[in-house]
Every structure is written in C-alpha cells, then in structure tokens.
C-alpha cells in the first residue's frame, strides 16, 4: 500500500539539544509564539525559513523534551524549506495538563497546529514518542495532506 504519492526521504542527524532558540538571519529568522491548541492547552511553536513551492518540514519530539531537541535541524533546512518545531501538551513551554497526554490528544493538537500555522503539504519527523503521535494523527487523519512521513528511532505501533 502506496501511502504517499510524493515522499520525500530526509537525513535526520545530530539531534542534540540547544539551550535557547535564537534569530538567526541564516534560516531566515526564528519565530516564536503559543498556538491555541484547543481545551485551554496552549502549544508553543517554534517556527524558521519562509513557505515557498515546497513542504513544510514539522518536527514533533520525543517524550519529555521540547522543540529545542531540533535546533540544528531548523537551522540545516530553514534556507531552504519552511520548518515548523512545537513543544507537545505537557511538554517544555506548553501547557502541562494532568489530562490528554495520549498519542490520540496529541494527534488531534498537532492537526489544530497545522490548521493554525497554515502548514501546507507538510512532511512529519517523529523522533520517538512524536512517532506513536504520528501512527494516532495519521488514523485519524490520513495521509491526503502529507507530502511525507519520516519516523526517528520508533516504528509504529500497531492498534486494535
């Protein structure tokens, strides 16, 4: 089963973690701002490069770390691409809930995020638990939209 009709196959490497985002004139500056998520949880979202002909390039991160976990990303790939990293419910500067932190919650605040930040065409980069947040958004959602899908140290899981 064909799930894309265009994929996209990227190099994910190096990721470490950064201790601050900062503007950078290279990846055509680094924005910040919270994203209203739904529920009164308030993402925050982290976002480099312009949109253009291409993807965007959303990064979701793995349990308990934040958007910054993807710093040299942004900055390998914001020249080129739109680059959109966030901070799950819960998760470094979002909103913590006691509430919602299943992969399915977290599937329908990355689709509420997408819609925000009018991520068109988007190719999702899972890193570890952001993967079993992708196999929820893409049972839910589908795969229409997506240009691609790239899975970091996780495979899906499959659900019954």
């Given at each position: ?82 680059v959109i990293a ?75």
């Amino acid at each position: 089963m064909k799930l894309f009709p265009r994929s996209i196959v990227l190099l994910i490497a190096g990721i470490t973690a950064s201790a601050a985002i900062r503007a950078d004139s290279a990846s055509g500056g680094v924005r910040e701002r919270k994203v209203d998520a739904g529920e009164g949880v308030s993402l925050r979202a982290i976002e480099a490069g312009q949109a253009g002909p291409g993807p965007t390039l959303v990064f979701i991160p793995g349990w308990s770390t934040g958007a910054d976990i993807w710093r040299q990303q942004i900055d390998r790939f914001a020249p080129n691409y739109r680059v959109i990293a966030f901070d799950p419910r819960s998760q470094g500067q979002s909103t913590i809930t006691t509430s919602g932190n299943t992969p399915e919650m977290r599937a329908q605040d990355l689709h509420n995020l997408l819609e925000q930040l009018d991520a068109r065409r988007p190719v999702l980069i899972g890193w570890s638990q952001g993967v079993q947040d992708l196999a929820a958004y893409i049972e839910r959602y589908g795969t229409h939209d997506l240009t691609g899908l790239v899975l970091v140290d996780a495979a899906f899981a499959r659900r019954r």
